[in-house]
């Protein structure tokens, strides 16, 4: 195990290997329960987990951890990671906890935590419950008369069903609109189809067939091009892609083309403002947002804020400065007004409902502004501090002098690889280019 649990999301790694083991499931499970054991009362926690092979390696082994320190642990079975932040608020548990690794490849998975505010856990608690881990925890086990029980929620997935067709327009349905639907093979695959079929769809379920393997694997939110086709193949109105645990979704239009995360939040971002439900003057969302939705914004009145990369940074600003949208531009979407997480359904459902009341075709609905051109290039480096280089400091510095103020440079350095990324937009297209080839090839030269 390594020195280091907790990334950008949680924790994440190869299963059965490293981060990703039973016995370090079965500690976060004992430093968590640790963490929130705060009363003599009967604790609870509520786990989920998306449609991996390893969920059935990494469930038993959390359960173990949270039973062995006093608390009750209610088994939900595959479900969004959103209904797991839901259901914890819902049934007053003290933690909710979501076995997934998102939209990564089934050999991976993940721990994700939330608090009984249905919150993602803070750097500072992450830390905490990571010096339990570190510290051990033999001191702290309870009496062998007091161990937790565990039980199964057989109608978590109704609770979220009907939790989410309520974030749906009153009075409104999706009678006469045909809709792929692609679940990823993973942990929406039974309740997304439902809430769209009983709202009113005509419903062509892609990715709906998990065994374990499959999560992700040519289809889903980071695969797009089968749900594309089966798009214009039905002569569906319109697709939509969730990720393996359905926080974050990519729309396509009736012709095929991709609608991505900002021209999401933009098109929310109107209607809510139209309908009076907009709340913080604008949206939230992060650097890496094209800077075409921030001039569309500012063209209707709206600002655009910017937080680092993590919807869980994204939350935290919306929370302190009253914001009830914001989001990722690879499709992550907070509604504050409904959830404290990313939903991938519920932000599909806000994105129909314009569709629906607009009459016309999603072509035209879903794009309201063009982006800017823009280019990401991922340099990876060793042990050293390529950041640090005067070379590299003295490109960034010459290629925002180049862009003035038509442009942006964004430098940074992944929260999960060894890898610089290197993003310019701007105006000419050209320009773009050049500047990000000088930058990486200074960033390259630092790196080797």
Request: glycine content about 12%; some cysteine.
């Amino acid at each position: 195990m390594t020195t280091k649990l907790f990334g950008t999301d949680g924790i994440r790694g190869t299963a059965n290997r490293g981060n990703m083991t039973a016995e370090v499931a079965l500690k976060v499970g004992m430093a968590a329960a640790l963490q929130f054991r705060n009363g003599d009362y009967r604790h609870r926690v509520v786990i989920g987990k998306d449609t991996r092979l390893s969920g059935y390696l990494l469930e038993p082994a959390l359960t173990a951890g949270f039973i062995s320190m006093g608390m009750d642990v209610i088994l939900v079975g595959p479900m969004p990671t959103p209904a797991i932040a839901m259901l914890t608020r819902s049934l007053r548990a003290d933690l909710g906890v979501m076995i997934s690794a998102s939209h990564n490849p089934f050999e991976d998975n993940g721990i994700k935590l939330f608090g009984p505010d249905g919150y993602k856990l803070s750097d500072a608690v992450e830390a905490e419950i990571e010096a339990n881990v570190a510290d051990g925890m033999s001191e702290n086990m309870i009496a062998s008369s007091k161990l937790g029980r565990a039980k199964r929620l057989y109608d978590a997935g109704g609770r979220y069903t009907e939790f989410v067709k309520r974030t749906f327009p009153r009075g409104q349905t999706l009678d006469g609109l045909k809709i792929v639907i692609d679940c990823a093979n993973g942990a929406a695959y039974k309740v997304a189809p439902e809430v769209l079929w009983e709202l009113g769809a005509e419903v062509i379920p892609v990715g709906v067939d998990p065994d374990g393997y499959n999560i992700n694997k040519g289809c889903g939110s980071t695969d797009t091009d089968y749900m594309c086709s089966q798009v214009v193949s039905h002569g569906a109105d319109i697709g939509i892609a969730l990720d393996g645990d359905a926080d974050r979704l990519m729309v396509c239009d009736e012709q095929g083309a991709m609608v991505d995360g900002d021209q999401i939040m933009a098109l929310i971002a109107k209607n809510w403002l139209d309908r009076d439900l907009l709340k913080g003057g604008g949206l939230v969302a992060t650097v890496m947002s094209n800077l075409g939705l921030e001039k569309y914004l500012k063209g209707i009145g709206l600002n655009l804020e910017r937080t680092k990369v993590g919807d869980r940074y994204v939350v935290e600003h919306m929370r302190a400065n009253g914001f009830n949208i914001g989001g990722e531009q690879s499709g992550h979407i907070v509604l504050g007004e409904h959830l404290t997480t990313g939903d991938g359904l519920m932000a599909a459902l806000q994105v129909l409902a314009v569709v629906v009341a607009s009459d016309g075709p999603a072509s035209k609905v879903t794009r309201l502004f063009d982006p800017l051109p823009q280019f990401l290039k991922n340099v990876r480096y060793g042990a050293g501090q390529p950041l640090d280089d005067t070379h590299v400091k003295n490109a960034i510095k010459e290629g925002e002098a180049r862009l003035s103020d038509t442009g942006r440079v964004l430098i940074r350095k992944s929260g999960t690889e060894s890898l610089i990324r290197v993003m310019v937009e701007g105006e000419d297209e050209s320009l773009i280019l050049s500047v990000v080839d000088d930058i990486v090839s200074a960033v390259e030269h630092a790196a080797s």
